[in-house]
């Protein structure tokens, strides 16, 4: 048999209320008044996401461009991440800025080992990236080949707006809690021996 035209169904809203009901949604309008609801893990992420502190690895101009992102003009403090910090053990995002040598390629996934979970990298300009122009044996040919990393800022330098965007991604991907496969796969690559 055909079901009643959709004008014709009951709506519930339409339906007598029982005094509890009544006095269910008066609580209930009560309680918005002074408190909200959410999901502990899109609240974590909310604060994640506005107080990354940043370790910057600076090491050739893009440390110099990087360090115009974080002064007044363009104001990392906007975003929560103005706590620079230089130990990586108070740090979780990792800002490589710079070409990287293989020598020095140790160094950064030491740094990178001793930083907190979850930890984020954020690799800046084309040395970084790629190794920019330096196609050379002793320059590290993009830094993902011995850390993960999550937003790559492309230019030579990028700009201070490249890299909030950056910075802008990498809270989005946050806050949406983005599978990182990347990170969760990472192996130190067995070339690279331990420094200590
Ligand atoms: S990408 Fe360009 S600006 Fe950045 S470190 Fe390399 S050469 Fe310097």
């Known amino acids: ?7 014709q169904q009951a709506n519930p809203s339409s339906l007598p209320q029982t005094a509890e009901d009544v006095r269910s949604k008066q609580l209930e309008d009560a309680s918005r008044s002074f408190a909200f609801t959410s999901r502990l893990d899109a609240l974590v992420a909310w604060g994640r996401k506005n107080s990354l502190w940043p370790m910057p690895y600076g090491t050739a101009c893009c440390g110099i461009e990087l360090m115009s992102v974080v002064g007044p003009k363009y104001d990392l403090a906007r975003f929560g991440a103005e706590v620079v910090r230089f130990s ?14 293989e020598k020095m390629a140790p160094v950064l996934v030491h740094i990178y080992e001793q930083m907190l979970e979850p930890k984020y990298v954020l690799s800046m300009g084309a040395c970084a990236s790629s190794g920019g122009f330096y196609r050379a044996y002793h320059v590290l040919q993009g830094i993902e080949q011995v850390i993960p990393v999550d937003v790559f800022v492309p230019g030579c330098p990028p700009t201070p707006e490249a890299v909030l965007d950056g910075v802008m991604s990498l809270q989005k991907m946050i806050a949406d809690g983005h599978p990182r496969p990347w990170t969760k796969q990472w192996q130190r690559p067995t070339w690279i021996k331990p420094i200590f």
Request: net charge neutral.
């Open 88 to 101: 990586p053990r108070q740090a979780d995002l990792l800002v490589v800025a710079g070409t990287i040598t």
């Open 1 to 7: 048999m055909a079901s009643a035209p959709l004008a």
